[in-house]
């Protein structure tokens, strides 16, 4: 149990110290995943994909938290946050994390990973490592593939320092002596072009057939004095510049669309936040880059290897360094030997409402729904969210055909899905092609419900079928994202789905819903009077229970709701993927709380909401985590498992069983810091994925 001074204010809220930073929360997430990259429970490939995940994760934190929190520190330095941190302590207090993690980082590609992928003749060869005739097919594919698109950039007068796109890859090259004009330059930068691979598998009659690589890096370092005939080339370093990728579009845009595609070209040229170079880059280098990037001293990152293992190979195939490949199960009552003649998955979800729980469940009955309803004659409109997808996705693929079939096809497409905005916007072209009426949501609130609804018309009369979900409608996502989905055909759901839409697309008053909780309407309030519900219960002396497991808690209301839950007795079991600014186990203050996150093979991403109410139990799946940007300024839905099954099922295996897990899952302490647990003595490991995918896929080993 944690003991700080804390105190609650006037008006109801608690001190600043009640609430750990924001960012450093998310940050501390980032450390969970590069510490799987350690964790012998992962095969080794799998351990190196969390090394690169963690890269992508970082450099994602830098793009955006980090220069969101720079933006604020140079608009006064004044902290907004609940926990008052100052922007410039925060910042202080990112890059002693960051420096740290990242050293530790590359010392466990260096001295962990790639000394075991050697055993397994998987290599990542350096320069030196290279035999004559390996060296001899490096030189001619410098020559041959690199060379001709390379541009090199002398530095001087009438060359200033180019502008370098975001993470893009560059080198920077000091020489010595004269041009062909007799200029005396002796600096430039050459950008290695995004088309050139950054990974080079030499030819298996050079290796024997083994996996072995050399990085572009090494090509272009080895024979970079190519590109500058009659100089000497007296140094080559390789540096990455992160900036900004934020995106701000006004409210008040005519045009969201053409807005978007204006502000894409300008997330390649943000402001500056991050300088990678390598260790071995001379002191003069760094401090001209930093100089020239306007970025301070602990704003630049050596790194022991390649600046960006983002690009780094892994996908190798080697079945046993990798996760035994399973089954996707197909729900019982949608699989063909469910059904009589004439049956179809409608027949399925008129019988009852379906559960999928991705990726345990396969992904294709959304699929297969689309495409039964693209051809169905008796179906009359379609009208399905989309928030992360592309123009090759089957999703996508039936919905045009079901406009082209004659069908009233909307879809409600977030352009603003971060880093997919470009994505989308193709969507949206092609499905307008087809015929489909496209909707972008409402400007300021970004639509991230995830929702179908198909309108069917049997014996005369208008029938609704539904799917929500808490995961995106993508079928990658749903091979390597935890996310629940829910087929139903309830009159008053459906009702709900209906009355959404059309505030989606057209104008007027919020939806009044019946058994929905929507945001930026209903969800927020009613989570917060349920939380007072079980307050209630908790002081007449009965039994009262939460749990509550989503990605991230960050808002501030249900925080000290929460706080004062605790207080009267309420049992609080939180399972928080990534942020949490709450503090579990402080005395006094949430001695009833406790905050858990499970990291493994699969990325958790269901949202799922349980009170107990005194016995007259609610459950809840929705999209929307805790946090201020999902109740207040998006369009979320959530929606209650009604089914007793399904109800117990989502309650045993997306909940309990995660309760249950010791040896993929950390707990916070009121401190702010997580600690990895491990099986006691007396206790057997359980691992929640793993068990789903034995009960699910019957994948035992």
Known sequence: MTQIDWHKLPDGTYSPNCYINRELSWLQFHLRVLAQATNPNHPLLERLFFLIIFSSNMDEFFEIRVAGVMKKMNHGNVSIASDGMKPSDVLAEIAKISHAAITEQYRILNEDILPELAKQDIRYLKRDELDDKQSAWMRNYFIEQVMPVLTPISIDPAHPFPRLVNK???????????????????????????????????????????????????????????????????????????????????????????????????????????????????????DYLLNEFELHENQLYRVNGPVNLTRLLFDFNVPELRYQPFTHVIPKPFRRESFDKGDSMFTAMRRGDV???????????????????????????????????????????????????????????????????????????????????????????????KLMLIVRREDNRIRRYVHLGTGNYHAGNAKAYTDYGLFTADPDISEDVHKIFQELTGMGKPAKVNKLLHAPFTLHDSLMRFIDDEIKHAKAGKKAHIIVKVNALTERKLIDKLYDASQAGVKIELILRSMCCLRPQVKGLSENITVRSVVGRFLEHTRVYYFYNDGDERLYCGSADWMDRNL??????????????????????????????????????????????????????????????????????
């Open 168 to 286: 893009s890859l560059n080198f920077m090259v000091s020489l010595e002596g004269k041009d062909a004009f007799g200029r005396d330059i002796n600096l430039a930068v050459v950008p290695a072009p995004r088309s050139l691979p950054r990974v080079i598998r030499l030819p298996d009659e050079l290796t024997g057939g083994k996996e072995h690589h050399i990085m572009l890096s090494a090509v272009i370092h080895e024979h970079v004095n190519e590109l500058f005939p009659g100089m000497k080339v007296t140094g080559c370093h390789q540096f990455r510049l992160t900036r900004n990728a934020d995106l701000k579009l006004s409210d008040d845009v005519d045009d969201i669309a053409k807005a978007l595609e204006g502000e894409l070209d300008n997330r390649r040229f943000g402001d500056k936040v991050r300088l990678e170079v390598t260790t071995n880059c001379p002191q003069e280098i760094s």
């Open 355 to 449: 559960l999928v729980h991705h990726p345990f469940d396969s992904f294709s009955p959304i699929v297969s729904l689309l495409w039964q309803a693209a051809h169905d004659p008796k179906v009359l409109a379609i009208k399905q969210t989309l928030y992360r997808s592309g123009t090759n996705s089957e999703i996508v693929q039936a919905l045009a055909a079901a406009a082209r079939n004659g069908k009233e096809v909307t879809a409600v497409i977030e352009l603003r899905a971060r880093f997919d905005e470009a994505k989308n916007i193709e969507v949206a072209n092609l499905l307008q092609e087809a015929g489909a009426v496209v909707v972008y949501g409402i400007v300021g609130y970004k639509t991230h419900a």
């Open 632 to 701: 207040f300024h998006r369009v979320e839905v959530a929606f209650p498992i009604e089914d007793k099954k399904l109800f117990q099922r989502v309650y045993q295996e997306g909940l309990i069983n995660y309760l249950q897990d010791n040896v993929q899952a950390w707990e916070l302490s009121g401190d702010g810091c997580w600690h990895a647990l491990q099986p006691q003595s007396d206790e057997e490991a359980h691992i929640a994925q793993k068990h789903l995918l034995s009960v699910i896929n019957h994948v035992n080993d």
